[in-house]
């Protein structure tokens, strides 16, 4: 678990987030209805739940639930989690011109693709950037009123890149600003067809410390400001950018998750259960199967993977009617039209296949878009033969590592891109695909699936190993401490 001892050290914490922990909904009852709170699966709201409640932090972020107003006070705020009310939740109003223009607009139709290497998909409308800054402002000043001299105050990801200027600019040196970046740092090559760049960077560049997964990610970040600011100082050695007097460090810091709580769910999955969910599934008892998870987005290599599937069945007919293939997909940022699209391709490509090859005893791919709820997706995880994830960028890939957790038994093979974060960490005993390669991806399905067991068990032995001991909470100890310890050193050159 996290060290309490580190997080109070840094005083209180603010966090500024696009989602919100919890949401509010209204539920139909017998006399009329009454409010529900939606609370987190699992990943960084779930673990940072527990800190924020130690510290009594403050947390900001879009309320977008529909009664989330009903809950809120005056002030905007909700005490958190409802049963212990040991944090504050501030959440902020957007109109529907801010929400199309801030997070449909500028950060999924510019910084999404951008950041992923898709320059051609980035779509410079003037009204996207205005409103990005409009709601930039708007979290900037909800957390500097939010912000003592000794809050810790933590942005998340690339909805907030220019907040954290407006913020040091108008709160005490001491307040310590630190921001995550979730997705891809890209290349100057890549970056530099940004007209906002200079605005981005010194934006970020108002925090004390900016994390990304990877080492790359960082190295591509301080080239960027190399190229792009002619009065910054960068130390390479340091990972430390110098921008208009106020220092930087940036650092790679892998994101983990809660690998005790997978595995919990996981183990909670019996046989009877993967029984049970072929049945409801078409799938015959003795069909292997594959499994890919992930929301519906097109750096997922969603496409390029069922190519890979058809390439095997296409090409090694042996295979048809041992191996199905399970897509649990979810759906996301659907009002975009790259996203519309990707569903209609995503649905072509599975009706292809199963009518390609499909007989009456045999569905090659089964697909899944309904929620389904931990316990159960954890079994599937589990209960899976082989996983693939074949994202053709991709900041981490947290799924990956869901999968290595819940593997239990240590019986299942991660098939990996070499184009997520997590190979970084993964790459040693997943086997390797490149998305784009189809007939080599093909090939390695079936590796996959004709694996030797005790080569298979040392593999997802030392995976597990791996992600165990990575988990979310050694990620969240690791940026504390390093926030920690900067400010340490602050204190000390200011002194
Ligand atoms: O991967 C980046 C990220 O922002 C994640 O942090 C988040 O889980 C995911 O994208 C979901 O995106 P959205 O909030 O747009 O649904």
Redesign the pocket.
């Known amino acids: 678990e996290t060290d309490g001892g580190i997080v109070s050290s840094v005083g209180d914490l603010v966090v500024v987030s696009?989602?919100q922990p919890y949401t509010h909904s209204y539920e139909a009852t017998d006399d009329g209805r009454e409010i529900t709170v939606s609370r987190p699966a699992g990943g960084l709201t779930a673990g940072l739940d527990p800190v924020m409640q130690e510290t009594d932090g403050t947390w900001i972020a879009w309320g977008d639930g529909e009664a989330d107003a009903d809950v809120t006070d005056e002030n905007d705020e909700v005490r958190m989690p409802p049963e212990s009310e040991a944090y504050t939740l501030r959440r902020l109003w957007l109109t529907d011109e801010e929400v199309e223009g801030y997070y449909y607009g500028y950060s999924?139709r510019v910084l999404w693709p951008l950041c992923h290497g898709g320059t051609m998909k980035a779509e410079y409308v003037e009204r996207y950037w205005q409103r990005y800054q409009q709601v930039n402002r708007t979290f900037a000043d909800a957390t500097i009123e939010a912000a003592s001299e000794d809050s810790l105050v933590w942005f998340q990801?690339y909805h907030f890149t220019l907040a954290p200027r407006q913020v040091r600019e108008a709160v005490p040196d001491s307040t310590f600003l630190m921001h995550f970046w979730?997705?891809t740092w890209p290349g100057w090559d890549t970056f530099r067809s940004c007209p906002n760049q200079e605005a981005l960077l010194k934006g970020l560049l108002g925090n004390d410390l900016l994390g990304f997964h990877v080492e790359r990610y960082c190295k591509n970040f301080l080239d960027c400001v190399d190229e792009a600011l002619e009065d910054a100082f960068i130390d390479y050695d340091g990972n430390r950018v110098n921008y208009d007097g106020h220092t930087t460090t940036v650092r790679a810091f892998p994101m983990g998750i809660d690998a005790d709580s997978i595995r919990e769910h996981s183990e909670s999955a019996d046989e009877a259960f993967w029984s049970e969910f072929k049945t409801d599934h078409g799938i015959e008892p003795d069909t292997r199967v594959v499994v890919g998870v992930d929301?519906l987005d097109y750096t997922k290599g969603i496409v390029e993977r069922l190519d890979a599937f058809e390439r095997l069945l296409e090409t090694r007919p042996e295979w048809r009617e041992e191996v199905c293939y399970v897509q649990k997909a979810n759906e996301?940022?659907s009002l975009i039209p790259d996203y519309q699209d990707l569903q209609t391709e995503v649905q072509e490509s599975i009706e292809r296949i199963n009518e390609r090859f499909g007989t009456d005893d045999w569905q090659p791919v089964v697909y899944i878009n309904e929620f389904i709820a931990q316990d159960e997706l954890c079994g599937l995880y589990r209960y899976s033969d082989v996983m693939l994830v074949s994202a053709v960028r991709d900041?981490m890939n947290l799924v990956s590592k869901e999968y290595v957790a819940a593997q239990v038994d240590d019986d299942g093979v991660l098939v990996l891109s070499d184009q997520a974060g997590a190979y970084e960490e993964l790459g040693e005993w997943a086997l390797t695909i490149n998305p784009y390669d189809t007939d080599a991806f093909a090939e390695t399905i079936e590796t996959a699936l004709t694996m030797d067991p005790d080569d298979r068990g040392d593999r997802m032995a030392a995976l597990r190993e791996q992600v165990g001991s990575q988990d979310l909470f050694a990620w969240m100890d690791d940026i504390f401490a390093t926030a920690d310890e900067l400010r340490e050193k602050k204190v000390a050159n200011d002194g």
Do not use: F, P, T
């Open positions: 696009n989602r999924n990801d979730h997705i929301r996301s940022r900041g």
